[in-house]
Nanobody, 128 residues
Framework: QVQLRESGGGLVQAGGSLRLSCTASGSEKRRLAVTWFRQSPGQERESVAGISWSGRSTAYEDSVKGRFTISRDDAGTTVTLQMNGLKLEDTGVYYC?????????????????????WGQGTQVTVSS
């Protein structure tokens, strides 16, 4: 099992920046692919950015390209989402999700049903 803990959410003005972190813990030492999802009030959950188990592959939704950057530490246990140029529409609860993958699965998958482990979510609010 893997436990995921998000941190770094908060209130920021439009144009500002926030950094979200997702830290994985647990007894299993296996390859983890991680993706950030978000859900705004009245909206369906959507993917934001993902990173493969090795960190060599990343992917972003079109709405955040050029503004958000996803990365992971060398140990692979912490994934960071740097969010710059925040817009009102970035407001929502951000969830970190992870899944075990094998060595060959070194790519990003945005299908939320594929993810077995989810964090509790962290609120991001962008004000005008």
């Amino acid at each position: 099992q893997v436990q995921l803990r998000e941190s770094g959410g908060g209130l920021v003005q439009a144009g500002g920046s926030l950094r979200l972190s997702c830290t994985a813990s647990g007894s299993e030492k296996r390859r983890l692919a991680v993706t950030w999802f978000r859900q705004s009030p009245g909206q369906e959950r959507e993917s934001v950015a993902g990173i493969s188990w090795s960190g060599r592959s990343t992917a972003y939704e079109d709405s955040v390209k050029g503004r958000f950057t996803i990365s992971r530490d060398d140990a692979g246990t912490t994934v960071t989402l740097q969010m710059n140029g925040l817009k009102l529409e970035d407001t929502g609860v951000y969830y970190c999700a992870a899944r075990f993958v094998d060595y060959a699965t070194d790519y990003v998958d945005f299908i939320d049903e594929e993810y077995d482990f989810w964090g509790q979510g962290t609120q991001v609010t962008v004000s005008s």
